[in-house]
């Protein structure tokens, strides 16, 4: 798969900007685009940046980079001046430009400022990587597994090429603090032949001794002069209020696929046949601008169809297109298509509206099972159990005490960490319909750690950009 169809997955938020930006998207193989990133650079254009401006010529997609002796970009140092093809592998590295800074969903971020923030409050360098996925560290042997609250990010480097603990990343004020510096550790690519195939983590990868780092999440991304900060976009957050579950299972999804009939997406507790226990059921409605995305279902070739758009409002031309087949098991991944929303009985489902103009119908819904103990694939350390009635919906959500997911990714991009807790008591859909054993194993006995309750909605009409809980 493209390196920007992986990223088509991970769908950008668009940051406040309004200057161009080259981004350099990095790969995990080292002789092609394919595959997950494990960072993007972006380098504002037109401003001097340690020695080199970069432009974007749109009308010949190319890149122009000029290189001077000093790092002020004086004109009298300029050594050499030349040009690159957008959206050309190069190894492992596409380029390509952008209107806006990105920081992709399900990443962190590091945003550098200039020494001026009265003349310039835009970062002009940023590197981004990927969170909860072990992936290539960008020097051969060695791994990453990045994770992220809304008060660090903790980074764990594992060396796979010896057994023993040691300092993987030299240590610096920079690196230990969180604080200052570029952080440009991984620019450029790797060439050469150390290494073949996919490099992309596995779960032995990110296993067994390593060496972690934790950096300070900023609260905004206001311009520090001559600083550094670092942001965290676990998920895309369309309701504040959202649960709990929805915003973890938002990590998996954000890439959509339907007609005016809906694209289902059902996630699996393990596994790549999609033979095993469901842990959740995400349905996003076709021919919809939905997070920059218009997906459709054409039912006579049984494929899904979506096309990518730069503006949120889909009225340009597509910059990317991608088409997979229907009832497509793709790791623990089930895509389909449906007429209807599905509303399966003994569960309890979240409906996102638009602005209720072109469609009165949510564009996208969460469903999950009530009165049954369940745990993400992904994140393995939680346990929700949930009811529902005429007014309230409830969650409990318990400690497993297991660690998060072991990183694996499945052909998506999209990550899909193995289960390894109790399977008897899940829930399965069955031809449109939801059971779960009456049991409840440990994992869901004692005290909770967080309840949550939201109310249920008195009625399902569309009330703009709104969201709604609906017990089925």
């Known amino acids: 798969m493209n390196i920007y169809l992986t990223i088509l997955f991970l769908i950008n938020i668009i940051l406040y900007v309004n200057s161009d930006y080259v981004a350099y998207y990095s790969g995990e193989y080292f002789d092609s685009c394919d595959g997950v990133y494990y960072s993007i650079e972006?380098?504002?254009t037109g401003v001097c940046y340690y020695g080199s401006i970069q432009t974007c010529d749109y009308q010949n997609s190319v890149i122009n980079i000029q290189s001077f002796s000093d790092n002020e970009c004086n004109p009298t140092t300029l050594i050499r001046s030349w040009n690159i093809e957008m959206n050309q592998c190069n190894y492992s590295t596409i380029a390509n430009c952008s209107i806006d800074l990105l920081t992709p969903s399900s990443s962190y971020s590091v945003l550098t400022y200039s020494n001026n923030c009265q003349s310039e409050k835009l970062p002009l360098y940023t590197i981004t990587y990927p969170l909860n996925i072990c992936t290539f560290h960008g020097m051969p042997g060695y791994f990453t597994y990045n994770t992220c609250n809304s008060t660090y990010i903790t980074s764990s480097v594992y060396n796979t090429q010896t057994s023993t603990s040691k300092t993987i990343i030299p240590k610096t004020d920079n690196l230990?603090?969180?604080?200052?510096g570029s952080f440009s550790s991984f620019s450029g690519y790797i060439s050469g032949?150390?290494?073949?195939?996919?490099?992309?983590?596995?779960?032995?990868?990110?296993q067994g001794r390593h060496q972690s780092y934790y950096y300070p999440v900023d609260d905004d991304s206001q311009c520090i002069e001559n600083d550094s900060i670092y942001i965290c976009t676990p998920f895309i957050i369309i309701n504040q209020e959202s649960n709990m579950k929805y915003t973890i299972i938002c990590l998996l999804l954000i890439l959509s696929i339907v007609n005016s009939d809906y694209v289902s997406y059902t996630y699996y507790s393990s596994g790549d046949e999609c033979d095993s226990q469901v842990v959740g059921l995400i349905q996003?409605?076709?021919?919809?601008?939905?997070?920059?995305?218009i997906i459709t279902c054409d039912y006579s070739?049984?494929?899904?169809?979506?096309?990518?758009?730069q503006d949120s409002q889909c009225q340009t031309k597509p910059i990317h297109s991608l088409s997979i087949p229907m009832n497509n098991c793709n790791g623990s991944i089930l895509f389909s298509c449906s007429p209807q929303l599905l509303s399966p009985p003994n569960t309890y489902s979240n409906w996102q509206f638009g602005g209720c103009v072109n469609t009165k119908s949510p564009l996208l819904t969460t469903t999950y099972p009530t009165n049954t103990c369940f745990v993400f694939p992904t994140l393995q350390q939680y346990a929700i159990y949930a009811t529902c009635n005429s007014t309230t919906v409830a969650e409990s959500v318990y400690s497993t005490g297991q660690s998060s997911g072991?990183?694996?990714s499945?052909?998506?991009?999209?990550?899909?960490?193995?289960?390894?807790?109790?399977?008897?008591?899940?829930?399965?859909?069955s031809e449109n319909q939801i059971s779960s054993d009456s049991s409840t194993p440990s994992y869901c006995e004692g005290e909770s750690g967080?309840?949550?309750?939201?109310?249920?909605?008195?009625?399902?009409?569309?009330?703009?950009?709104?969201?709604?809980?609906?017990?089925?």
């Not at 909605?457 to 950009?465: G, H, L, Q």
């Open 193 to 206: 032949g150390s290494l073949s195939g996919s490099i992309s983590g596995s779960s032995d990868s990110c």
């Open 410 to 429: 499945s052909g998506t991009g999209q990550s899909s960490g193995s289960f390894s807790g109790s399977s008897s008591n899940f829930f399965r859909i």
């Open 284 to 293: 996003i409605l076709t021919d919809q601008c939905v997070n920059n995305q």
């Open 176 to 180: 230990n603090t969180g604080t200052g």
């Open 301 to 309: 070739s049984e494929v899904i169809t979506y096309d990518e758009y």
């Open 42 to 44: 972006q380098i504002q």
């Open 406 to 408: 072991t990183g694996q």
């Open 450 to 472: 967080l309840v949550q309750t939201f109310p249920v909605a008195t009625s399902t009409d569309c009330v703009p950009e709104t969201s709604i809980f609906v017990c089925n």
